[in-house]
């Protein structure tokens, strides 16, 4: 009996502690909006409850969460900018083309395809 009245007196003074830092929140939503949400949330492989915080915290933040999937787009784009980069640099030394073209002046147009493209996906990930 000893240690089962230890084992109580710990829970309770450990759910004292986790209730000073933590709060429960309870949302009420129609089951079309809750359906709408799970249906997210199963998608993105996530619990409910999660996503539903990480929305919350996303939106008082300002940012935006960002797919899985369409994050591995945009890092295998940025990797393909700087093929073009690394290529273009490579083409250069070998026939001296800087010569007769600004090399400042087409790493820039480099430099505005990225932000035209970063630019597009934000607004599609704020429609």
Known sequence: MDNEEGRSDY?????KEYDKQNKYVNVRLEMKDF???EARAKKLKKP???YLRELAFAQ???STIIPPEFEEGMKEHNRLIRNIANNLNQIAHQTNIFHEVDQAVVFQHLRDLD?????FIEGELNQ
């Open 11 to 15: 829970f309770r003074d450990y759910r």
């Open 115 to 119: 932000a035209k493209v970063q630019a």
């Open 60 to 62: 008082l933040d300002g």
């Open 48 to 50: 409910t409850s999660t």
């Open 35 to 37: 359906k709408r949400l």
